[in-house]
Structures are given as structure tokens and as C-alpha cells.
């Protein structure tokens, strides 16, 4: 179950790379399981000069918010955009 939010917006970037973290702090690049270490070298050889890329982070409600923190992180250093995929709100 993901995080609920009410802004409902979409983004889609040419390249995108999806990073889940379950409620067991497994971490997932694209379905393949890694550990928190191993992302950084792994995002990093999937960036393609000129090109954008875009990390969609899917997290379970129950993981801390400094294991996703950690994440988003990793990203920034690397100057890449970050979206967390959440739940819309039903009404």
C-alpha cells in the first residue's frame, strides 16, 4: 500500500528507472532486488549524457522516512528527478 495524496498529478520522463522499498526495507531497482549500496553505481551507469532520467520511487506507508530519504538522496547527488508514486485520496 502506497502513501495517498490529493494532488493526483502525473509525470512521465523520456527515461524512467523505479526504485521500491517494501515493507521489509528491501530495496528494488527496476524488480531486481539490491541493497541500499549497490544503487548509486547502478543509477549512475544507467544515465546516458543529454538524456533525463527520472527515479519513481515506490515505498510501503510503513517504511521509515529516513530509509526513503536515503534514496532520495542518492538521487540528488546525482542530479536526477525524483518522484514518489502515491495513492489518490478517494472521495
Do not use: F
Request: charged share 20%; proline share 5%.
Amino acid at each position: 500500500m502506497l502513501p495517498r495524496s490529493s494532488a493526483g498529478e502525473q509525470s512521465v520522463a523520456k527515461k524512467t528507472v523505479t526504485i521500491s522499498i517494501t515493507e521489509d526495507l528491501s530495496y528494488y531497482l527496476d524488480k531486481n532486488q539490491v541493497p541500499l549500496d549497490n544503487i548509486r553505481p547502478l543509477l549512475e551507469g544507467q544515465i546516458a549524457e543529454g538524456e533525463e532520467l527520472t527515479i519513481i520511487v515506490y515505498a510501503a506507508q510503513s517504511v521509515p522516512v529516513q530509509n526513503l530519504v536515503s534514496v532520495i538522496d542518492i538521487a540528488n547527488q546525482l542530479k536526477l528527478r525524483v518522484v514518489l508514486a502515491t495513492e489518490p485520496i478517494k472521495k
